[in-house]
């Protein structure tokens, strides 16, 4: 991290807020971090922070006092955080145990962030924190050095986004059905999160959704939706575009799910009459299946 970058008010504010939010976590097992820097690289706190987070216990001896013992109790720890934060792919992961060992600032702060935004999405972290940062690579003509801005927190609107692509990472576990059994505040964060997704999709045919039960009902937004997303055009006389009674609606939604099918989405068990009933959860289930597959456009 480039040195001016390290007095960054936004920066100091984002450690200051992270370091108070692992001792009020861990304040029933008495332990104090002081230190980012400092107080993560031997997996201590991060063990700890596993086990109360996601209730996962790992058979680790409490203190590894050898470099080599931390290293081995780093990569436990980490393999198991990296399918709980629902990150498969290897490129969206900006820590290692090599890094954290280290004592990498950068690394630690991204790993506690991911963690925050996955297991406790309603907490206020200060949004849009950056850094400048020098990246230096070893070539056969000598050492390059470049300074890239790397995005440490992101807007609010999305820590609900976050918090479903963890709820992803529990193998065989329905995202949705886990999402339900959370407290409510952690629930409405996600559900907002998936009404931005639809919005910001439907701007352009100037479509708003504010009630998710009840104005995907009829079927109409959720094929609109889809053809916004897939970019394709849905004939009219395919559907009926203001139904009036619960065979018209059945009809859309049963068209809205066979296109789902066709495109390569899972429906996970979800029943056309669900969505007409005004299911939350199938509902939900549907939207997240949507927002999984274009979440990164």
């Given at each position: 991290?480039?040195?001016?970058?390290?007095n960054d008010p936004k920066l100091v504010?984002?450690?200051?807020?992270?370091?108070?939010?692992?001792?009020?976590?861990?304040?029933?097992?008495?332990?104090?971090?002081?230190?980012?820097?400092?107080?993560?690289?031997?997996?201590?706190?991060?063990?700890?922070?596993?086990?109360?987070?996601?209730?996962?216990?790992?058979?680790?001896?409490?203190?590894a006092l050898t470099s080599k013992a931390?290293?081995?109790?780093?990569?436990?720890?980490?393999?198991?955080?990296?399918?709980?934060?629902?990150?498969?792919?290897?490129?969206?992961?900006?820590?290692?145990?090599?890094?954290?060992?280290?004592?990498?600032?950068?690394?630690?702060?991204?790993?506690?962030?991911?963690?925050?935004?996955?297991?406790?999405?309603?907490?206020?972290?200060?949004?849009?924190?950056?850094?400048?940062?020098?990246?230096?690579?070893?070539?056969?003509?000598?050492?390059?050095?470049?300074?890239?801005?790397?995005?440490?927190?992101?807007?609010?609107?999305?820590?609900?986004?976050?918090?479903?692509?963890?709820?992803?990472?529990?193998?065989g576990e329905d995202p949705i059905e886990?999402?339900?059994?959370?407290?409510?505040?952690?629930?409405?964060?996600?559900?907002?999160?998936?009404?931005?997704?639809?919005?910001?999709?439907?701007?352009?045919?100037?479509?708003?959704?504010?009630?998710?039960?009840?104005?995907?009902?009829?079927?109409?937004?959720?094929?609109?939706?889809?053809?916004?997303?897939?970019?394709?055009?849905?004939?009219?006389?395919?559907?009926?575009?203001?139904?009036?009674?619960?065979?018209?609606?059945?009809?859309?939604?049963?068209?809205?799910?066979?296109?789902?099918?066709?495109?390569?989405?899972?429906?996970?068990?979800?029943?056309?009459?669900?969505?007409?009933?005004?299911?939350?959860?199938?509902?939900?289930?549907?939207?997240?299946?949507?927002?999984?597959?274009?979440?990164?456009?």
């Amino acid at each position: 991290i480039q040195p001016t970058s390290l007095n960054d008010p936004k920066l100091v504010k984002l450690k200051e807020e992270l370091v108070y939010w692992i001792n009020s976590t861990l304040k029933p097992e008495h332990i104090v971090v002081q230190s980012l820097e400092e107080d993560m690289y031997d997996g201590l706190v991060l063990h700890h922070l596993l086990s109360r987070l996601a209730g996962v216990k790992l058979s680790l001896e409490e203190m590894a006092l050898t470099s080599k013992a931390q290293i081995h109790k780093l990569e436990m720890i980490l393999e198991e955080l990296d399918k709980r934060l629902g990150l498969q792919d290897s490129s969206q992961i900006k820590w290692n145990v090599t890094l954290i060992h280290n004592k990498d600032l950068l690394a630690t702060i991204h790993l506690l962030v991911a963690m925050v935004r996955c297991f406790q999405p309603e907490l206020d972290l200060p949004p849009n924190v950056k850094v400048e940062v020098i990246v230096v690579e070893v070539t056969k003509s000598g050492i390059k050095s470049d300074v890239q801005t790397e995005v440490l927190t992101v807007p609010r609107l999305y820590n609900g986004f976050n918090a479903l692509l963890c709820l992803s990472g529990h193998p065989g576990e329905d995202p949705i059905e886990e999402l339900l059994k959370l407290e409510p505040h952690k629930v409405n964060t996600v559900k907002k999160a998936i009404l931005h997704f639809v919005n910001q999709n439907m701007l352009s045919l100037g479509l708003q959704v504010a009630d998710m039960e009840k104005q995907f009902a009829d079927g109409v937004i959720l094929l609109l939706l889809i053809g916004q997303l897939e970019g394709f055009f849905i004939p009219l006389h395919d559907f009926n575009l203001t139904p009036v009674n619960p065979s018209e609606m059945l009809h859309n939604v049963t068209l809205a799910l066979d296109l789902l099918n066709d495109i390569g989405i899972q429906r996970s068990s979800v029943d056309p009459q669900d969505i007409v009933s005004q299911d939350v959860t199938a509902t939900l289930k549907i939207l997240y299946a949507l927002f999984k597959k274009h979440k990164g456009k």
